[in-house]
């Protein structure tokens, strides 16, 4: 009996809610449990009514995991979101779909502006006035930021007349918490997913292969290649000024790296995962670090969110239909936007605004830039100066402060010397072996990755169980003591 109590008292403590071990893609935890949720899904998928409550009953328990009482917040949203959509749809009043329009974007934003910027509004002010500000005692919730804009990409939506509210609270409420991308993206719209939650699906061979390579592919981004150089770059940015700048720099050229590699290894597994279950979820990253101008970065940087702010930030403000100098300043406030989307905190502020302002130099350039040759050595000076640019602002995404941000940069220019490369490579050979494969990885031809996960899909299963056991030693080898969160869990 003793051992019976001890197995359930272990069971117990896995399926509750722990705030130092939150439910991650990368964790034991999930995949035993996602072991056990695929075949009960599979008894289900076709049958609407079960496998909508039985596919949100676990999306709820995943962000409970991940993110506690928090659930409950989410369940609110869901709720008046839908209610209120279903009144837009009904009423003739154009007063009263205003009326439930505002009143959805007031509970999901205010949500979101209480928990996330609460204490970065109220240090302002203090400060402002000279006041001995204590900050309040707030927790963020994991993901509060995807599914806000989630929540109110849909409200416009229905109001706008794009699509129709859900049939049933239940249908919304999966959209809205579907797992896989529930946390960290991406970004899913309502037009492209709430189609799906009708269709019959019957998941190939093909699907299922590539839903595993594109989770397979994930693992080795985030939990080989950027939790173990997150290692070296911890070190640098955890003590700014402490390097020499050529070890300085090097941390700058991993954060670089790793924030690719743990972002968009979440994107993968969570668009494997979901083609396992036989959704779609759009593409998030398209090999942003071979762009050749801030433009193109954002063509292929966190697709989901910059088609979300050029939709309903950028558009509504006027876009480019209004001259020259508002297409700037568009450009420049929804940059803005999308920096304060990502922190409570000046420096995300700065790193937004000078994207923006990036955004609009390169605009203003054009008829300059078309006057130059497209040859080689241009593409080359081209692709150097865009990594320059975000590499250096990345330096304001990582570090602790904008003190610490600026003491980074100067030691990386003023102190750099090749002089310590010798020793840095002795040192940290296995660092600079995973930054050359993700540095390689861009430099392929496109299309090159899809024949890989082509060739995956078409191999024996002998050969893709090999993969496997092969990625799943390395993690292994080279994981940290404790699983590292993913870093846009912190948006």
């Known amino acids: 009996m003793e051992c019976l109590s001890d197995l ?19 964790s034991g935890t999930f995949w035993a449990l996602f072991i056990i949720f695929l075949p009960l899904y599979s008894l289900v998928r076709n049958r609407h009514r079960q496998m909508t409550l039985f596919v949100t009953a676990f999306s ?35 007063a009263l779909k205003k009326l439930c329009v505002g009143i959805s974007l007031a509970t999901s934003l205010g949500i979101l502006a ?83 939650i ?36 911890d070190l640098i940015f955890d003590t700014p000024g402490g390097y020499s700048g050529f070890e300085t720099a090097m941390g700058v050229i991993g954060y670089t790296m790793q924030i690719y590699c743990d972002f968009s290894g979440y994107s993968d597994m969570a668009i ?28 292929r940087w966190h697709i989901s969110l910059s088609s979300w702010l050029r939709d309903y930030v950028y558009i509504p403000l006027g876009g480019n239909r209004k001259g020259t100098a508002r ?27 000078m994207h923006g302002a990036g955004l609009a130099v390169h605009k203003a350039s054009q008829p300059w830039l078309r006057r130059l040759p497209d040859n080689s050595v241009v593409r080359a000076i081209s692709w150097l100066i865009t990594m320059l640019f975000v590499m250096a602002l990345w330096v304001f995404f990582r570090a602790g402060s904008w003190s610490d941000s600026w003491t980074i940069l100067h030691t990386a220019v003023t102190d750099f010397s090749f002089a310590y490369a010798p020793a840095f490579a002795s040192a940290r050979m296995l660092w600079l072996i995973l930054i050359g494969i993700i540095t ?45 969160p993913f870093i846009y869990f912190q948006f």
């Not at 359930?8 to 990368?26: A, D, G, I, K, T």
């Not at 494997?272 to 063509?299: C, H, Q």
Request: aromatic share 20%; charged share 15%; with cysteine.
């Open 60 to 94: 709820f328990f995943f962000y409970y995991k991940s993110s506690g009482l928090f659930v409950g917040l989410l369940a609110v949203t869901s709720l008046v979101d839908w209610t209120l959509s279903r009144i837009l749809a009904r009423t003739k009043k154009q």
């Open 198 to 233: 009708r269709e019959k699906r019957h998941v190939t061979s093909t699907e299922t292969y590539t839903g595993l390579w594109l989770i397979i592919l994930g693992v080795i981004k985030k939990a080989i290649i950027a939790d173990y150089i997150a290692q070296y770059n």
């Open 114 to 196: 209480y928990f996330k910027y609460a204490n970065f509004f109220l240090w302002n002010i203090s400060t402002m006035v000279n006041g001995n500000f204590q900050p309040l005692d707030l927790v963020l919730p994991v993901g509060i930021s995807f599914y806000t804009f989630q929540s109110v990409s849909y409200i416009v939506d229905v109001y706008k007349g794009r699509v129709a509210p859900t049939a049933t609270w239940l249908e919304y409420a999966f959209f809205l918490s579907f797992f896989p991308a529930l946390v960290a993206g991406p970004i899913v719209r309502a037009d492209y997913f709430l189609p799906q």
């Open 272 to 299: 494997g995962l979901a083609l396992i279950m036989g959704f779609r979820l759009a593409k998030n990253f398209d090999f942003p670090y071979k762009s050749l101008n801030v433009t193109e970065f954002w063509r």
């Open 440 to 484: 390689i990885s861009h430099a392929m031809p496109e299309g090159f990755w899809n024949k890989i996960g082509d060739a995956f899909v078409k191999a024996p299963w002998t050969v893709k169980l090999f993969i496997f056991i092969a990625v799943v030693q390395c993690v292994i080898e080279l994981r940290s003591e404790d699983v590292a």
């Open 327 to 353: 297409t700037y300043l568009n450009n420049f406030i929804t940059m803005l936007v999308g920096g304060l989307w990502h922190g409570a905190a000046w420096k995300f502020v700065f790193w937004g605004a």
């Open 8 to 26: 359930w008292q272990n069971v117990v403590r896995h399926l509750s809610y722990s705030p130092s071990e939150p439910m991650l893609f990368s």
